[in-house]
């Protein structure tokens, strides 16, 4: 019986997780907030006004949308990797984008994957995996539509793994670490272009549990913060990110925001509500012990709400079976 709960409770907490992580998805492949992680996290785009950044997103002519039409999101490419036999692999968000200053033809420059995680103790280490990752994402290029043909290894494209770390362990928070590939003269001195070798980079960040919205920083880490840490109506938010970081609140964006605000109480307050239950329970078990009385007149006689009381039966039952 106990186990039955427990696996049912899961399943219920585990619907909220999954639409929460659906909506930071959904989020995330928004192009004004692409634009921003891009401006701070890929070297390419560094001198590039943000405002400039999304029409490197997905860059093709044939794709004519706008903000104003609520098209600002990324089509996205195909998040399941069956590169390797027995070894699929999901990403939560990829995407092509063009480099500045290149060519008119050539529409990808970049692979870029996006990946939120709410923690960083996994078993095992997230940089190790968001290696993996990036092998996957340079491997899965040859003869593929976008990548290279045969040994013009010439053409690999650099790829980006940025990992977006929302609740992590005291220790890491506020950590925003780079990894790359970089170039060390053992002997002879002898320097190779670096777009010869500079093929992938890994981009950790670790919001803090708090900020000072108040100020004058305005970062990305702040921002992300907002969009999926601080404790405010999603009037607010909207209000945080339009007035402080230029997003523009299409009525998609603004749905996004608030969908993200009401799960994340939703999954808070669930929480909270098993605890309340958990205690009174143990409450009523003391007070049966003491009274002799029956369970309803313990919860009575302790003025426990009607509509609690089967929660704390349900639950009490279940520490007997």
Not at 22 to 29: F, T
Not at 88 to 107: C, G, H, Q, T, W
Not at 303 to 319: A, G
Request: proline content about 3%; charged content about 30%.
């Amino acid at each position: 019986m106990k186990n039955n709960l427990e696996v049912a409770d899961a399943i219920e907490n585990n619907d909220l997780n999954k639409a929460y992580d659906e909506y930071c998805k959904k989020i995330l492949s928004n192009k004004q907030i692409l634009a921003r992680i891009m401006k701070e996290c890929v070297a390419e785009y560094r001198d590039i006004p943000v405002e400039e950044i999304p029409s490197y997103i997905e860059n093709d002519p044939q794709l004519d949308v706008s903000v104003e039409d609520e098209a600002d999101k990324i089509q996205g490419r195909n998040v399941e990797d069956q590169s390797v036999h027995g070894a699929e692999i999901k990403y939560d968000i990829l995407f092509d984008a063009k480099l500045p200053n290149s060519e008119e033809n050539e529409r990808i420059g970049l692979f870029i994957n996006i990946e939120a995680q709410n923690s960083n103790n996994n078993g095992y280490p997230l940089t190790s995996r968001a290696v993996y990752y990036c092998s996957r994402l340079l491997a899965k290029q040859k003869n593929m539509q976008g990548g290279f043909q045969n040994s013009e290894f010439q053409n690999l494209k650099k790829v980006y793994s940025i990992w977006i770390v929302t609740n992590p362990s005291k220790t890491m928070e506020g950590v925003f670490n780079e990894y790359t590939i970089s170039e060390r003269c053992l002997k002879k001195e002898y320097h190779i272009p670096k777009e010869d070798y500079d093929k992938l980079s890994i981009v950790m960040i670790y919001l803090n549990k708090e900020y000072d919205i108040n100020d004058d920083k305005r970062d990305l880490t702040e921002m992300l913060y907002i969009l999926f840490q601080a404790d405010m109506p999603a009037e607010d938010k909207k209000y945080q990110l339009s007035e402080n970081y230029g997003i523009m609140m299409t009525r998609a964006m603004g749905k996004e925001v608030k969908g993200v605000c009401n799960l994340s109480q939703g999954i808070m307050d669930k929480g909270i509500e098993k605890g309340r239950i958990v205690g009174l329970s143990e409450a009523v078990m003391n007070a049966m012990e003491i009274t002799n009385m029956p369970i309803t007149e313990v919860m009575n006689a302790l003025k426990i709400d009607e509509e609690v009381q089967p929660e704390i039966i349900k639950y009490i039952n279940s520490l007997n079976h």
